[in-house]
Structures are given as structure tokens and as C-alpha cells.
């Protein structure tokens, strides 16, 4: 089993940042990848950024790039998703999943989510 947490999101005004973290616990070994994925009211679920066991490789969704970093700290057993230049069309609630897949971008690829956090951007 694996527990994931996630903290950071509030609210900020178009053009501003964020940092979302997620810390896990558990068998979190077992995540060969991590990802965050986000849901809009009335929307599915969508993937935003995924990052490899060793923090080597990334991958985003192609709407935040250049935008959002998502990166690692292994030793505390933490993810971040560092968002900038945030807009309207990103409030969400953003989850902090684990999967056993290489850079997995479906929601299906991974096994446990987080409860969530709110990102509210609006002026």
C-alpha cells in the first residue's frame, strides 16, 4: 500500500505560481513513476506531468509546458509540481498519483491517488 498526500494549491491570480507537493509513504518504492493529473468541475480527469522513479525523465501534457516543472526529492519521499505564469483554464483539483509504468500518462496506469488539492486562478 502507498499513501499520498498533496499540499500547495490556494488561490492565485492569473499570472502567478504555485508549488504543489505530494509526500508518500507506504511501499512507495514500488512507484515506478509519479504523475499529477488534474479534474476540472464537470470534466474527466487529466494528465499533466509524470516523472521517472529517478527523476531523470519527465513528461508533460503539452498545455502546461514551459509552464509547470514537476520534479523529486527521493530522500524525503516527495514530489513537487512547480506551476508559473498560471491561467484561468488550470483551476482544478490537482492529484498526485503512483504508478507501476514508466512515465504513465493514463489515469489507469496508476494504483494510488492522493485526496487532492484545490487550485483556484482568478482574479
Known amino acids: 500500500q502507498v499513501q499520498l498526500v498533496e499540499s500547495g494549491g490556494g488561490l492565485v491570480q492569473p499570472g502567478g505560481s504555485l508549488r504543489l507537493s505530494c509526500a508518500a509513504s507506504?511501499?512507495?518504492?514500488?512507484?515506478?513513476?509519479m504523475g499529477w493529473f488534474r479534474q476540472a468541475p464537470g470534466k474527466e480527469r487529466e494528465f499533466v506531468a509524470t516523472?521517472?522513479?529517478?527523476?531523470?525523465?519527465?513528461y508533460y501534457t503539452d498545455s502546461v509546458k514551459g509552464r509547470f516543472t514537476i520534479s523529486r526529492d527521493n530522500a524525503k519521499s516527495t514530489v513537487y509540481l512547480q506551476m508559473n505564469s498560471l491561467k484561468p483554464e488550470d483551476t482544478a483539483v490537482y492529484y498526485c498519483?503512483?504508478?507501476?509504468?514508466?512515465?504513465?500518462?493514463?489515469?489507469?496506469?496508476?494504483?494510488?491517488w492522493g485526496q487532492g488539492t484545490q487550485v483556484t486562478v482568478s482574479s
Open positions: 516523472i521517472s522513479r529517478s527523476g531523470s525523465s519527465t
Open positions: 498519483g503512483c504508478g507501476a509504468t514508466f512515465l504513465a500518462r493514463r489515469t489507469t496506469d496508476y494504483d494510488y
Open positions: 507506504g511501499n512507495s518504492f514500488s512507484c515506478n513513476a
